[in-house]
């Protein structure tokens, strides 16, 4: 048996890293928290907004909202008597376009 000519693969990130990095790939992974994000990539959104663009009920819409705020994706405001998201991560605009372009491609 001959030996592996590959080089040898190094990650640069640590455990914990990658475990939180995981986390925000769950926290992506329903449509309606995609669909959330799309929303909020035109900027900032009261929770009405959202729950009005997608289509849900407002104890759906909180519990994903919740997610995404765990997990780092989203950032939340309280202005009188409602709350405000954005985006926390802006490079997920980038992400999604890659994504979609991809996906037109196959």
Not at 16 to 45: I, N, Q, T, W, Y
């Amino acid at each position: 048996m001959s030996e592996c000519s590959c080089s040898e693969a190094v990650c640069s990130s640590t455990v914990k890293e990658v475990e939180a990095l995981a986390g925000v790939f769950k926290a992506l992974g329903h449509p309606v928290r995609l669909m959330m994000v799309e929303m909020l990539m035109d900027g900032e959104r009261c929770v009405c907004e959202l729950q009005s663009g997608s289509g849900r009920d407002m104890s759906t819409i909180s519990s994903h909202l919740n997610v995404l705020k765990q997990h780092g994706v989203v950032v939340c405001e309280q202005r009188g008597k409602n709350v405000y998201y954005a985006l926390a991560c802006p490079c997920l605009e980038n992400v999604f376009s890659c994504l979609k372009g991809s996906i037109a491609r196959r």
